[in-house]
């Protein structure tokens, strides 16, 4: 099955620096990949996604990067503020498929 | 974007008791929903899917005469935690998907159990 691995587990960035976030998967056959970013005491909240159609995709200060052949992809947080102090998490899924998570990266954005 | 809420947020239950936790799609229909669980410090953990009027299909090592899970219409899918013991206490998310493969989540029940 799919497994999918994140690095690094805990991040630490100066405010105004960015902040990349790597993971790998193993199932070829994924071709979806959300990022959730959880604060504490609550649930994941989707802040983006990428098909396997697309090789990069950006919201603002965030953006995400897809290599299909190697089975990498990114998450790249810039111009990083306070409240994007929180824990990551990246994922990984087939169409109609369970979506298979990384364990977390801890980001901590000091003044 | 779509929104799913959890009732309650909060519980506190003794050992032994049972526990229902609610799970709503608010905007949107949702013919498949998950329920997670969350041990500090730690990724979310699947422990079932849960299709509109079938079965749950649970992962493997989840105790499904533990973890009764019922989807009962479009917008609703419940967890009840049977005979709950101090090693159940946990944060239990679900999360309902939209379309193919978006999946949106609810903001967690953290469960106690004394």
């Known amino acids: 099955g799919e497994n999918v691995e994140q690095h690094p587990s805990t991040l630490s960035v100066q405010e105004g620096d960015s902040a990349v976030i790597k993971c790998t998967y193993s199932?070829?056959?994924?071709?979806?990949f959300p990022w959730y970013k959880q604060e504490l005491g609550k649930g994941p909240q989707l802040i983006i996604d990428?098909?396997?159609?697309?090789g990069e995709k950006k919201d603002q200060r965030i953006a995400v990067t897809l290599n299909k052949t190697a089975k990498h992809f990114s998450l790249h947080i810039t111009e990083t503020q306070p409240e994007d102090s929180a824990v990551y998490f990246c994922?990984?899924?087939?169409?109609?498929?369970?979506?298979?998570f990384g364990k977390g990266t801890r980001l901590h954005i000091l003044p | 974007g779509a929104v799913v809420s959890q009732h309650p947020s909060r519980v506190i239950c003794k050992s032994g008791t049972s526990v229902k936790i609610e799970c709503r799609s608010l905007d949107f229909q949702a013919t498949t929903m998950f329920w997670y669980r969350q041990f500090p410090k730690q990724s979310l953990m699947l422990m079932a899917t849960?299709?509109?009027?079938?079965?749950?299909?649970?992962e493997q090592g989840v105790e499904k005469d533990k973890f009764l899970i019922n989807h009962a219409s479009l917008t609703l899918s419940t967890l009840t935690v049977t005979s709950a013991h101090p090693e159940d206490s946990s944060f239990y998310i679900c999360?309902?998907?939209?379309?193919?493969?978006?999946?949106?989540f609810g903001p967690g029940t953290r469960l106690t159990v004394t």
């Open positions: 994922a990984a899924s087939k169409r109609d498929d369970k979506i298979i």
């Open positions: 999360s309902a998907r939209v379309g193919a493969a978006e999946q949106y």
């Open positions: 990428i098909r396997s159609n697309v």
């Open positions: 199932d070829s056959a994924s071709n979806y």
């Open positions: 849960s299709n509109e009027g079938s079965k749950a299909t649970y």
